[in-house]
């Protein structure tokens, strides 16, 4: 798995905290969501979404309830728990540390000083 999948993968779970901050969805809409505002770049696949949503709800951070769609069809929405609410803050504060430290390592430009 190259750097671009693990980095992705990392991020799914801040993700699709951030999507059930505003409102419940279910699997299938969380995936077209993430692929709608990331203009293509995320595109989530069943097998990586199905695993990180059963893993938010053991640790609590989201729940899920049956809705019945039709006349037999149900579908299964996640919700956002407040102990979810709470790792997304902290999953964004970190998301910007390391990104602010990315930034600076990519656009460090050596003084005269530093060539030594």
């Known amino acids: ?6 980095f992705k993968r990392g991020s799914l ?3 699709i905290l951030h999507l059930l901050k505003d409102e419940e969805m279910y699997g299938y809409q969380l995936t077209q ?9 995320f595109r989530i696949t069943e097998g990586s979404m199905y ?9 609590g951070l989201i729940s899920d309830r049956l ?3 039709g006349r037999r069809r149900t579908r ?4 956002l728990e407040d102990k979810g609410r709470e790792q997304l803050e902290k999953l964004v504060k970190d998301y910007e540390i390391t990104s602010a430290g990315i930034e ?7 003084d005269e ?4």
């Open 104 to 110: 600076s390592i990519l656009s460090y430009v050596p």
């Open 51 to 59: 695993p990180t949503l059963y893993r938010l709800i053991d640790k």
């Open 113 to 116: 000083e530093d060539e030594d």
């Open 67 to 69: 809705e019945l769609v």
């Open 33 to 41: 969501e993430i692929s709608k505002r990331s203009g293509g770049a």
């Open 13 to 15: 779970e801040m993700l």
């Open 1 to 6: 798995m190259g750097i671009k999948e693990n």
């Open 76 to 79: 299964v929405y996640y919700h």
